[in-house]
């Protein structure tokens, strides 16, 4: 397996092997983190990572991921960069990669990060785009796994905006592990027929099925892992929230709603979330339309079952395995 000098732009363009190998080497690199150990395995490299969505666990892991593989980090935020308004994407990237080894980048349209990685001889690792956030996918299949000690066999349910980059990004990986999808939200936000099309035929090869439904009752019974996300996303319009109510209130995830699955099921989200009323964004919510929580509850949210915060943790493991396993010449061999 060489994995050396590639993009990391989205699941599918991984063999299931080599999705499994990054989730083994971020295990060791997890390993590594709690034992203390030098993984410091790039004392000469830098790294620049562009950000035109503000991020939290995202630009931390992958500072934290570059650290601690030794190199140096360069973060430009959406204000610190020529990119798109003064300069063209191709010329940036052209640019970052004479003096980055590779380059991260969350923003907008998939295009744009397509259009990077063309462009740059380095390696481009997509941070999120309005179509999907794979470094996600990632962190959330090491903690599943590392939660049931298996990934095959298992049934995951994104619950809610099922259309969005999350949610697009879960069904690759899922297909790619065989691990069943559940997609359960509104008809109005169902995942698009192209990736439900290209995602199944991966599904069945490795035994697993993808569902795409608006009825709550397909969850009964059958669901390892319930999953959900914002109702609205960044860089959508605020004035979309009364609609995104209207349409996902009955698919917020709370008691009622995890009685249907598993009693052995654990509840994840991506973060950040809206569970309380701690959050500016919240509270405007709450001034507008009454609700106190969104897509899931805070009984939910802080439950045994909700493992979220392993799986932020996880994000900065992963991450870490994808920067390594893209920089480092496989000749060498892990050390
Ligand atoms: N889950 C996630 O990507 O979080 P940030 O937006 O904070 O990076
Ligand atoms: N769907 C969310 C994910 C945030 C990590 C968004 O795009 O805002």
Redo the contacts with the bound molecule.
């Keep these: 397996m060489n994995f050396f000098g590639k993009d990391f732009l989205r699941i599918l363009d991984f063999s299931e092997d080599e999705l499994h190998y990054m989730l083994k080497v971020a295990k060791k690199f997890k390993e590594y983190k709690k034992e203390g150990k030098n993984h410091k395995f790039f004392p000469n490299k830098n790294i620049a990572i562009v950000f035109e969505?503000t991020?939290t666990?995202?630009r931390c892991s992958f500072e934290v991921a570059g650290y601690d593989l030794g190199m140096g980090v360069t973060y430009l935020d959406p204000s610190g960069s020529q990119m798109g308004h003064k300069e063209s994407i191709a010329d940036t990237a052209r640019v970052l990669s004479r003096l980055y080894d590779g380059i991260e980048y969350r923003g907008f349209d998939q295009s744009i990060v397509d259009e990077l990685a063309r462009y740059s001889d380095v390696p481009v690792w997509n941070g999120?785009t309005?179509e999907c956030?794979p470094t996600?996918a990632l962190g959330d299949f090491m903690t599943i796994e590392e939660h049931f000690g298996k990934l095959n066999g298992l049934t995951v349910a994104f619950v809610g905006?099922t259309r969005?980059?999350?949610s697009n990004s879960l069904m690759a990986m899922s297909a790619k592990m065989g691990v069943n999808f559940i997609a359960c939200g509104p008809s109005e936000l169902k995942p698009s027929d192209a990736i439900v099309e290209k995602c199944k035929p991966i599904a069945e090869k490795n035994g697993a099925t993808i569902t795409v439904t608006p009825n709550l009752e397909e969850l009964n019974g059958r669901v390892d892992v319930v999953y959900t996300?914002?109702w609205?996303?960044?860089?959508?319009p605020q004035e979309k929230w009364g609609e995104r109510i209207n349409l996902l209130r009955p698919y917020q995830v709370n008691k009622e709603l995890m009685t249907r699955v598993k009693d052995t099921a654990i509840f994840l989200h991506?973060?950040?979330s809206f569970h309380d009323l701690n959050t500016s964004i919240a509270k405007d919510v709450n001034k507008n339309f009454g609700l106190n929580e969104m897509e899931v509850t805070n009984e939910v949210f802080e439950s045994d079952k909700s493992l979220v915060f392993e799986q932020a943790e996880n994000r900065m493991h992963t991450i870490k395995s994808v920067m390594f396993l893209t920089l480092w010449d496989s000749s060498t061999g892990l050390k």
Excluded: A, Y
């Design positions: 969505k991020s666990r995202t999120l309005d956030h996600q905006d969005n980059n999350v996300d914002v609205l996303s960044l860089g959508e991506c973060l950040p």
